[in-house]
């Protein structure tokens, strides 16, 4: 069964750009693993390297136990989705549907069955006999797509399949792409922008920067034990708050501006070992409370003016500027601030994660050993 | 206000319809001016001599056939038909192994990366540098020591290795122009590179694929040099019985005409075919 690993592999292209460094993961078989990161930063490479489309400049890639660096991409079986969907301009959406089962030499019967019914789950029965150039964006994404899930693949790799549909009509088939994993059983490698979206359909997810892994795990792990500064600016529906902070009152607390954080026992050790002096705090806006009064009445919280109110919904978003910089925080519409109010952030320190020079979280098993 | 604006734009209107006119009338001339030939020529096919020396010109009479009967029945000699069959054999035999062989080339240069890959495109255009002159020694040479004077080979190999460079040359810029990612999920999906050539690539291209095929065929059928020298008798091409017709010492104006009239029907009828698949755009709106 698909069992796929990247070791150590590098991709540097011909103009000396290095888009993969040192790539080490192991996909499990039957496994939907999303990648995320920003853009550029080599998902489109890692997951060209893997169909065979891009040569591999130095490390192995193995495939159930077989090293495939030298594979071409016909005999990977793997089917893909392109980011720019790439779809066959003279041939009708039929046809381009039909494409790996023609060139599988599938009976006609069959082939006509299959992306029937491929038609109907993705809603463009009524496209079949159109050419791509007549459909919308989101029409040729979702072709596109059925052209990767007629087969009945090792493998499916995915670049933002769903990036072009609207918020509905994405929902919708990430469930359905879920529900076919469930059913096939395909080993998933799956590029995406939407943290929700990679929430919702993976097992794991891969953040990616600057050509090198960051982090693998659920979302979960992402949110509460980022590796290092940029998983945790880069993960989060609304953006962690980052502070300037220094160890003070012999590490038994944590300084922003003026206030001081009270750490745990295993936090100030922590932070005692491996603490070089500038430090960043981070906490998110959810970690983060509200108490409207007057400023330094305790010393763990941090006084600010309010001044933007984003409500969304169920929760507003607050933010508020601090002496130690800017600060938001998410808290229940129903005991939101006025603009302009003096108010006292509390910060939940037990969320908190604390970043040193080299931008590492130097909290990072915090919570799994208490 | 309101009634300012209406007029303005007449007035606009006005200028601009004048200067349509302007253009269509100096089209209209142009278009004239090409055709003209073309309508003497077809005409004077259908008059009797002393229609075609009248003065002043006779504009309206009854056409008449015997001209095209003399040219193909009567005239002593191979007739006009066997002629235009030999440009037929040769023009689209030539065409089509032009085409053929440049679109391999062309794909190979496209897609392949090696050592040297543009100056290998570059040596193939440069082959047109030198006037096709020059090499008529050699190339007589070649074709006679072969055994290939007076037969259709000759031509055909000739005319193929002449348009060969240009024909690659322009498929190369039209296989460069397909998104590259079309033929990698053909890769993807399971094919070949010879069936993505055959099935994705050529069908792309097919507008470079017609307009090379036009181009080679009016080459391959027009060209004289070459063909009067290395097939001047049995295989000769049109061109080359034409031209006898003035060696002779009274022309035979109508029959003259009538056989030009032949020459340029099928080559016209071929272009015109092709010419609808010369529509550009097939690979627009391909990828995002
Ligand atoms: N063929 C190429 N030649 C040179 N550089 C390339 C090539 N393809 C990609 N790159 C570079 O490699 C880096 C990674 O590109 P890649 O397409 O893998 O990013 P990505 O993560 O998929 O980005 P996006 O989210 O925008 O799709 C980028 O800096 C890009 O400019
Ligand atoms: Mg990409």
Redo the contacts between chains.
């Keep these: 069964m698909p069992r796929v690993e990247f070791n150590r592999i590098c991709k540097t292209y011909a103009d000396g750009t290095r888009a993969v460094v040192d790539l080490d993961l192991a996909v499990a078989d039957r496994e939907f693993l999303c990648v995320l990161g920003p853009s550029g930063c080599g998902k489109s490479s890692t997951l060209r390297m893997l169909a065979g489309l891009e040569s591999i400049s130095s490390g192995d890639l193995v495939l159930d136990g077989r090293r495939i660096n030298d594979v071409p991409p016909q005999a990977r079986d793997m089917a893909m989705v392109f980011e720019n969907y790439a779809l066959y301009p003279h041939l009708r959406v039929f046809e381009n549907i039909a494409m790996p089962l023609v060139a599988r030499r599938r009976p006609r019967a069959e082939i006509r069955e299959r992306v029937q019914q491929v038609a109907e789950t993705l809603q463009i029965v009524e496209y079949l006999r159109q050419r791509p150039q007549t459909l919308s964006g989101g029409q040729r994404q979702r072709v596109a797509l059925g052209r990767a899930i007629v087969r009945r693949p090792k493998m499916f790799l995915m670049d933002e399949p769903l990036g072009h549909l609207e918020a509905y009509l994405r929902v919708q088939l990430r469930a359905e792409l879920r529900r076919l994993h469930e059913r096939l059983g395909a080993t998933t490698i799956y590029i995406t922008h939407d943290q929700e979206e990679a929430e919702a359909v993976s097992d794991r997810i891969a953040v990616m920067e600057n050509g090198r892994l960051q982090q693998l795990g659920s979302l979960v792990d992402l949110l509460d034990r980022p590796i290092n500064r940029f998983v945790a600016e880069f993960i989060g529906r609304i953006p962690i708050n980052m502070l300037p902070a220094r160890l003070a009152g012999d590490g038994q607390n944590l300084q922003v501006g003026a206030a001081m954080m009270p750490l745990s026992g295993a936090q100030s050790a922590k932070l005692r070992s491996g603490g070089t002096d500038p430090l960043t705090l981070g906490i998110r806006p959810e970690h983060v409370a509200l108490s409207s009064g007057s400023a330094g009445e305790t010393i763990s919280g941090l006084s600010g003016r309010v001044r933007v109110i984003e409500p969304q919904g169920d929760s507003t978003v607050i933010i508020a500027d601090t002496p130690a910089g800017r600060v938001s925080a998410l808290v229940p519409s129903g005991c939101v601030p006025s603009a302009g109010e003096v108010i006292e952030l509390h910060f939940a320190m037990d969320c908190a994660h604390v970043f040193g020079a080299d931008n590492i979280n130097l909290l990072r098993a915090a919570r799994n050993s208490e | 206000m309101s009634t300012i604006v209406p007029d303005k734009k007449n007035a606009v209107g006005a200028a601009t319809g004048a200067r349509n006119l302007a253009i269509y009338l100096a089209a209209c001339l142009f278009v004239g001016f090409g055709l003209f030939p073309l309508y003497m020529m077809i005409t004077t096919s259908l008059k009797t001599d002393q229609q075609t020396f009248a003065w002043p010109p006779v504009w309206l009479f009854t056409p008449r056939f015997q001209s095209y009967y003399n040219a193909l029945f009567v005239f002593g000699g191979r007739s006009a038909d066997h002629y235009l069959f030999n440009s037929l054999v040769v023009t689209l035999s030539s065409s089509a192994l032009a085409v053929f062989l440049g679109a391999m080339a062309a794909y190979g240069l496209a897609r392949f990366r090696f050592r040297g890959n543009r100056d290998v495109a570059f040596y193939i255009l440069s082959t047109r540098f030198a006037p096709p002159v020059g090499f008529i020694v050699p190339i007589y040479l070649m074709v006679q020591r072969s055994g290939l004077l007076d037969t259709q080979i000759a031509l055909i190999v000739v005319y193929t290795s002449m348009n060969l460079s240009f024909v690659t040359w322009i498929l190369r810029g039209f296989f460069l122009e397909i ?1 590259i ?2 033929e ?9 590179r010879w ?1 993505i050539f055959l099935r ?1 690539a050529l ?2 291209v ?1 507008p470079g694929l017609a307009a090379t095929a036009i181009l080679s065929a009016i080459f391959s059928w027009n060209e004289f040099l070459f063909a009067s020298i290395l097939a001047p008798g049995d295989a000769a091409t049109i061109p080359v019985y034409l031209a006898g017709f003035s060696a002779s010492m009274n022309i035979d104006w109508g029959e003259y005409m009538a056989v030009g009239t032949m020459a340029v029907l099928p080559i016209m009828i071929f272009t015109l075919a092709l010419q609808r698949h010369l529509v550009r755009g ?7």
Excluded: K, S
């Excluded at chain 2, 990698?184 to 999906?189: F, G, N, P």
């Design positions: 998104p990612e079309i990698e999920a053909a890769l993807v999906d399971g094919y070949t069936q994705v069908p792309l097919r097939l690979t627009f709106g391909a990828v995002r």
